[in-house]
């Protein structure tokens, strides 16, 4: 999805916010700016910054601790609301804060790397998250069309965009379909062949300094080309689940993914 174009709006109005909303990293600092308490040690009695890896949000319904309990009912109208089962399955975790009975929950680009639950406003590890230099491997793929990157930052060092004819669905019957059918089959594959190919050579030249990948594209056809691709096979680690919504992966579209690898999930709890 790409960032939204209300930013400006939203950024004055959490309330404005859609429940899982996107929003690229300026949006969401200036929403963070805007939200917090002046000054940040205030001293008002339900403040507090909430933050957990992806192990310890697994781990959170189960959890006995008190402070995570009242995280927990503060919280609730967001994640038994609409995307909320999606919040609790994040798999880079989640930063909340709070001042009174208004907050933020957060999904953020990439995975939250420590825990902790403080009775003061604290965005800064989030903070972190969103202006973090990582270095990111972007595969976009649907039938007839690839693109394979390496971000560091924002900033694609590696690019390689190609196609590769795939017929479209055949809806006669008979021996006909079936006749289609294999010869779509075999362009498939030999689009996933070329697809993988690229990836590990445009990969592991940085192997060792990949921090993530991320994919995007039609779900049926990643799904599919991640049963095929033994380099996304062993760096299955390193896949986030976040999924780019790049519906014609080209060489244009790069400075959208630029924009949306650092977008994070956003819920605004209101009474």
């Not at 910054?49 to 609730?76: I, Q, V």
């Not at 060092?157 to 021996?175: E, F, I, Q």
């Not at 697809?195 to 039609?218: K, N, T, W």
């Not at 799904?223 to 976040?242: A, E, T």
Request: proline residues 7%; aromatic residues 6%.
């Amino acid at each position: 999805m790409a960032q939204n174009s209300n930013a400006t709006i939203i950024a004055n109005s959490p309330s404005a916010l859609s429940p899982g909303q996107y929003l690229g990293p300026d949006a969401l600092l200036r929403l963070l700016s805007s939200t917090s308490p002046d000054p940040p040690d205030s001293g008002h009695e339900d403040i507090g910054t909430l933050c957990l890896t992806p192990g310890g949000l697994s781990r959170w319904p189960e959890a006995r601790d008190a402070a995570l309990r009242e995280w927990r009912s503060f919280l609730g109208p967001v994640l038994d609301g609409p995307g909320g089962d999606s919040l609790l399955k994040s798999d880079t975790g989640l930063v909340a804060l709070r001042v009174g009975d208004r907050g933020l929950a957060v999904a953020p680009p990439f995975p939250v790397k420590r825990e902790s639950a403080v009775e003061t406003w604290d965005a800064g590890h989030l903070q972190e998250l969103l202006v973090a230099e990582y270095t990111v491997g972007v595969v976009l793929l649907r039938l007839g069309r690839y693109m394979v990157a390496v971000f560091r930052g924002t900033q694609p060092v590696v690019t390689k965009t190609d196609t590769r004819y795939v017929k479209g669905k055949h809806h006669a019957g008979g021996t006909s379909q079936l006749r289609f059918k294999r010869i779509r089959e075999g362009q498939m594959r030999k689009l996933f062949d070329e697809a993988c190919q690229v990836v590990g050579s445009r990969f592991e030249p940085h192997d060792r300094e990949l921090d993530y990948i991320l994919l995007g594209g039609e779900k049926l056809t990643l799904n599919g080309f991640l049963k095929v691709c033994p380099y996304l096979q062993r760096r299955q680690d390193i896949i986030l689940d976040r999924r780019l919504n790049i519906r014609d992966p080209k060489r244009d579209t790069l400075d959208t993914v630029s924009g949306m690898l650092r977008q994070s999930r956003v819920w605004a709890v209101a009474p």
